[in-house]
């Protein structure tokens, strides 16, 4: 089976010193294959982009997807994107993507999922600390609002339950360990908080036998 894994810089991995969600879940997938002797071997693709929104993942979905289907081979695709989607432009009062773009977007992309027989997954939003990132220090024309990733997540939500797609939550684990500790500069994870995004998704691939 191949596993894509979409996103922004979270899924990338900044700035966890053990390589990000998807470096973890390709970690476990190649001990598993070796334990497994190479049955059933699960290739895991990293394909975050840092600064990403719905709008740039549109535009290289297609092209990143066809380069790594498989003949004969199950496709899975699991996307996490959302926050920067919300990011506030100060001077323009507005979104980066509009809450009925994002919208309009995410449907798109499972459109397309659809269309290359890949089987489509979402990862919820995790939360951001607002007095570090509001404004953003390396983006000072720009701002992260707790309350706005938490609309965005609610759209996110309300579109996988629309289209009966799995959706994997991740705001309340961070929220019962207090999130902020679990930030390294108000936006990304640290090492611990990746560990906290890693074994949800894991477990809940495991669960399915997806893993």
């Not at 979104?95 to 397309?112: A, F, G």
């Not at 919820?124 to 220090?137: A, F, M």
Request: aromatic share 10%; with cysteine.
């Amino acid at each position: 089976m191949n596993l894509l894994i979409f996103g922004c810089s979270i899924t990338w991995g900044a700035w966890d010193k053990k390589g990000g969600l998807a470096q973890r879940i390709k970690n476990f997938a190649d001990r598993k294959a070796v334990t497994l002797e190479y049955d059933n071997y699960t290739s895991v693709y990293c394909l975050g982009v840092s600064g990403d929104n719905s709008n740039d993942l549109l535009e290289r979905f297609d092209t990143e997807v066809k380069a790594r289907l498989g003949e004969e081979e199950k496709t899975l695709i699991l996307i996490e994107i959302g926050i920067n989607d919300s990011q506030y432009i100060l001077a323009e009062k507005e979104h980066r993507v509009s809450p009925d773009k994002y919208k309009q977007n995410l449907v798109k992309l499972i459109e397309k999922s659809n269309y290359h027989g890949a089987e489509l997954m979402f990862v919820g939003l995790t939360p951001v600390d607002d007095t570090k990132v509001d404004p953003i220090p390396w983006k000072p024309d720009g701002s992260y609002r707790l309350k706005f990733v938490q609309e965005y997540e609610e759209i996110l939500k309300s579109v996988c339950k629309e289209q009966n797609l799995p959706f994997i939550e991740l705001a309340s684990k961070f929220m019962e360990k207090d999130f902020k500790t679990l930030l390294i500069d108000g936006l990304h994870p640290n090492t611990e908080g990746h560990q906290v995004m890693y074994e949800e998704i894991k477990k809940y691939l495991v669960d399915k036998g997806l893993l």
